[in-house]
């Protein structure tokens, strides 16, 4: 892969030049604009299309999450790191699936290791196609007097709750005595196992909030929720930037 095009945006000239200092010390990655103002951000990611974005949350114009916002509206892929003084807004920034969040002042071995996590991602989204788990249409659920052929983008999550294993859509739930691991072996790329008790369908998720210490999945007119362990969290955002592209 190519050197990684990098934007570093920061209203402070003195955060931008340690950023860029340290961006220098690491092989393949290359800062190519800097910005001082969310709309400069806006503009230099619509022109330049950077890989990374390194990103103040605090910044005049617009502040750096509502400029993150705009700008994966038109570059999906962008991987996005924030570095600010402030640590509150770290749920929020996970929730727009931003790659890492890191809090002033910035140490150049954390620096590297957000940069490449998002090297990571980035290799994922990459990935052939055919790397992927084969298309199957429909789930075949068995129980006790029948058998059901679920169409796969009908499921929300999967559940292991006792010795059952509970299919969700958004209007019904099927029981069944199959395991959980094999019933994920039956399941297209979009799901994935979040938790050891749930298999979520990345492509139906709407929401992820943070309770305790797991996070809990929401999905588009439906109560139901499924959830996300805090190991499991990381490898669900590296998905689902590769699921919704």
Known sequence: MNDLKVVIADDDAVSRAILRNFVRLFPNYDVVAEA??????LQLTFELRPH????DIYMPELDGMEAVKLCRQFLPSVQVI???GDDQFAVKAFEISATDYIVKPVERIRL???LEKARTFIEIVNQPVTSMKPLNKRLEIRMKHSIVWLPM???LFVEK???KTIIHTADEQYETTLPLNEVEKRLTHCFFK???S???NLKKVVKITHVGETYKVHFFSCEKVAYISKLKFHEVQRRMVTIHL
């Open 194 to 196: 979040t938790h050891r």
């Open 153 to 155: 983008e009908d499921i």
């Open 112 to 114: 590297f290791q957000a």
């Open 36 to 41: 001082a103002t969310g709309k400069e951000l």
């Open 52 to 55: 990374i974005v390194l990103v």
């Open 198 to 200: 749930y298999i979520v």
């Open 161 to 163: 709750e006792n010795r």
């Open 82 to 84: 924030f570095t600010t």
